[in-house]
């Protein structure tokens, strides 16, 4: 057995039910997509900010950020990416694409 299939096997420890392995299976869906959404914009992204964001929007709290503050600081990265990226931004930002 080579380290990283061993790697593997004890990584699975904390699966240990169907509702766990379901929860991986999503968050594993869910951080790939991330990977492709937000690596190729460069924006500057912090992993454990962004579980906190999904976990207090779990537990229904309030945004932290107000929608205005929210909005500008995806609008100031928006001013920062490349025209093309710009454009791609703008229409997942405004058109929900």
């Given at each position: 057995?080579?380290?990283?299939?061993?790697?593997q096997?004890?990584?699975?420890?904390y699966?240990?039910?169907?509702?766990?392995?379901?929860?991986?299976?999503?968050?594993?869906?869910?951080?790939?997509?991330?990977?492709?959404?937000v690596?190729?914009?460069?924006l500057?992204?912090?992993?454990?900010?962004?579980?906190?964001?999904?976990?207090?929007?779990?537990?229904?709290?309030?945004?932290?950020?107000?929608?205005?503050?929210?909005?500008?600081?995806l609008?100031?990265?928006?001013?920062?990416?490349?025209?093309?990226?710009?454009?791609?931004?703008?229409?997942?930002?405004?058109?929900?694409?």
């Amino acid at each position: 057995m080579c380290s990283t299939e061993k790697q593997q096997i004890e990584n699975k420890d904390y699966l240990t039910t169907v509702q766990d392995k379901v929860s991986f299976v999503i968050g594993y869906d869910v951080g790939q997509k991330m990977i492709m959404d937000v690596a190729p914009k460069n924006l500057d992204f912090n992993i454990k900010v962004f579980l906190k964001a999904v976990q207090d929007a779990f537990e229904g709290k309030k945004l932290v950020l107000s929608n205005d503050e929210a909005r500008n600081v995806l609008v100031e990265q928006l001013m920062k990416a490349s025209p093309d990226e710009r454009k791609k931004l703008q229409q997942q930002l405004f058109y929900g694409k």
